[in-house]
């Protein structure tokens, strides 16, 4: 039955529309009793159509999700990070000098005290108080002249030596390095040439020199002591304490005082119309 009706369903297929009109109707009767074959025959060419319906859904899918799979994911736009912040070049840096670095050393404070060693001579005639003063301020710096050699470098003569012009003149000639300068004092000096006259003996003294003055009058020392000099007169300081404000005097004159202190400001005051070497 089932091999008949597949045999007039091919037929009607070829045949012609008025053809297929009739064939119809005669279909329909056979359908009727044979409705379950043609459903069930339906059912299957409806089944299979669904299949192949929803396998070509599922290519498709699995086609749509293998291309998402190959398609790169969009990169997502790279994280932006703050650009460091580019190091100063060592020419626009701006140094700044170390102050305990760029200092000068200081110089070393001088003592508060200081006498020099040196080699006391009295002057061997009246009118070598110059070169004897000279003599004595050399010997502290380790340097030895003879009296005689030394008037003759600064003119000496019976009306003894010019000025502190010429002791500056001649210990230069003969301390290296020509350390030594003249300060004059025409008048009563000043307070201020004071205060540099003890702090020219404090450098002199601290750099192992002798200083030469060349005095004039009266002056009393520390002690009592009374000096009178009222034509001039020339002598050494050797020494100095109390930071300078008092200074020790190798004398010439009197083999008997060969030294004495006396303060600083009595020392300018006798040198007034005078002057010193330092």
Partial sequence: MKHTLKRQLRRLATQRPYQVAAASAAAL????????????TDDTHSGQAS???A????DTSVASRGEERTTPPASSSPETSAPASP???PAAEKKTADPDLTRKPEAPKPPATKVLDYDYQAQTTYFYCGPAATRNALSASGIERSQDA??????TTEMGTNSAEDTTRVLNAVVKGSPYRTRMFPTSPSPKQMDQLQADVVRAVTD???????????????????HSFPGGHYIAVVGYRDS?????????????????WITTIDLANWMTTRGYSA
Avoid: F, H
């Fill in 87 to 89: 190091s100063a070049s």
């Fill in 51 to 53: 299949a192949a319906v």
């Fill in 208 to 226: 192992g020199r002798g200083v030469v003055a060349n005095i004039v009058g009266d002056a009393t020392d520390i002690d009592g002591g009374w």
């Fill in 29 to 40: 009767v056979i359908a009727t009793t044979t409705g379950a074959l043609v459903s069930a």
């Fill in 244 to 260: 300078g404000r008092t200074v020790k005097i190798a004398d010439s004159a009197n083999p008997a005082v060969p030294s004495y």
């Fill in 150 to 155: 030394l008037a003759a470098q600064l003119g």
């Fill in 55 to 58: 396998e070509l859904r599922s």
